[in-house]
């Protein structure tokens, strides 16, 4: 009968020492590897995640750096509107590109046939790199910096159409992300470029 209880006794050790093993690197996966921002969930490596936007912002760039309007005096845009594809090189570093699209109604003083009007659009398209440097449960906090290129398509009516090529940036030291669960989360953010001084929208998390 000794031996029969140290046998069992064994056996029990082998079954659930894997198990609490197990428990353990799940814990340590919610704890440093979880993506910010997104309910913990361990059956996804979050190294590995990647992340789909879309976004609106208010006041881009091209509403009042002259260069973007190649020196017009145009009418304030509507905002942008764009997405972006991101992905988690680490649980704090998040890179990736962006496209947005913006345009202006006119120039100022221009209405119907009071004069020669123009019309104005711009394309953008950046490279992405976020840094996480809060986490709090379902919130995260972050900065967010982008470079890359604008490209403006201007249409005179007075003149034939015509392209202008600058650089383009997006600097916002304030972000928020709030997680909605295991694959949304909604964000925004504040700072200064061609995505907008105020931008806000979803992101959508691939499992």
């Known amino acids: 009968m000794k031996t029969l209880r140290i046998f069992a006794a064994a056996a029990a050790m082998l079954i659930l020492t894997p198990a609490a093993v197990g428990a353990q690197n799940r814990e340590r996966v919610y704890d440093a590897e979880n993506t910010p921002g997104f309910v913990p969930n361990d059956t996804v490596n979050p190294r590995r995640a990647t992340e789909f936007s879309v976004f609106y912002g208010a006041f ?14 145009l009418k304030n845009s509507w905002g942008t509107v764009g997405f972006a594809f991101d992905h988690s090189m680490t649980d704090r570093w998040i890179v990736g590109v962006s496209y947005n699209f913006s345009t202006s109604p006119g120039l100022y003083g221009v209405s119907g046939d009071d004069g020669h009007d123009l019309d104005a659009t711009w394309h953008t398209l950046l490279a992405n ?20 290129v604008t490209v403006g398509y201007l249409s005179p009516e007075w003149r034939d159409s015509y392209n202008i090529t600058r650089f383009a940036f997006q600097v916002s030291p304030i972000g928020v992300q709030y997680g909605l669960g295991r694959r949304f989360a909604c964000f925004a953010e504040a700072g200064l470029g061609m995505q907008g001084i105020v931008q806000a929208g979803l992101r959508l998390r691939f499992l």
């Open 129 to 148: 790199v976020r840094y996480v440097y809060l986490r709090t449960g379902r919130v995260s906090f972050y900065g967010h910096a982008a470079v890359g």
């Open 60 to 73: 881009p760039a091209s509403n009042f750096i002259a260069t973007y309007r190649d020196h017009y005096d």
